[in-house]
């Protein structure tokens, strides 16, 4: 009987350490990241109503999410909010921030996502023509609020109208509400690629963007590891065309 005992007592102890092992890997794969996204015509759209997250993203940044080992819950947001929301809670991310010296410390960063160039588009039927940023200087400029170009455009001494979407601007600038609308190529390349597409032509170019995945200042290190890892893993796919190296 002593000896049935104490073989019972070790099947106990295997059998509650593979209790453990289970839960461990049970938590593990319920484990979610929050994807904070700005609308981008084409990549991500939300519904007004439901606030469900649609476009060709969605597919590509579940599957990074897979090869993460994470679930991955989209949410629909603005720069200024996104920027708030991702430093604050745990396990989210921005999709598509730009990587810059004063938001360096904000955040971890796995990428590059994107690379694109930085934009401003007028009306097709404006006729005038700018030469470079002084030339500006005196007209209406809209702009996402809290942007990289928001703030290039700040640096230039220019004023800027920004708000919360480029889709804003781009109302505003058809209503001719703005002269010129600051913006990237990679949104561009949607908002044109539709059947009704407002007529326009790029004025000058800023620059370029670069756009990472920003995350929680806390996020996991082998979480991180496995993001940059599953970027890796899209971009030789060919998901992230505008990666060049």
Known sequence: MKVLRMRLGNWGGALSMLLLLVGSVAAARAETLTLLVMETPGLFVSHPKTR???G??????????????VDVRFEPSVTARAMRDAEQHPNTCIVGLARTPEREAHFKWAGLLARSRLVLMARATD????????????????????SVVAGRLHAAGLPVEEVASDAISLRMLMAERIDLWATSDLTLRYELARPDAPRLREALELGVLESFLACHPQLDEALLARLNAALAQLV??????????
């Open 52 to 54: 469900v997250v649609e």
């Open 56 to 69: 060709r993203g969605v597919p590509v940044f579940t599957r990074l999410g897979a090869l993460a080992g």
């Open 127 to 146: 006729p005038r023509r700018w030469a470079d940023l002084q030339a500006l200087r005196g007209l209406r400029i809209g702009a996402i609020r809290q």
């Open 236 to 245: 030789r796919e060919g998901q992230f065309s505008t990666v060049k190296p």
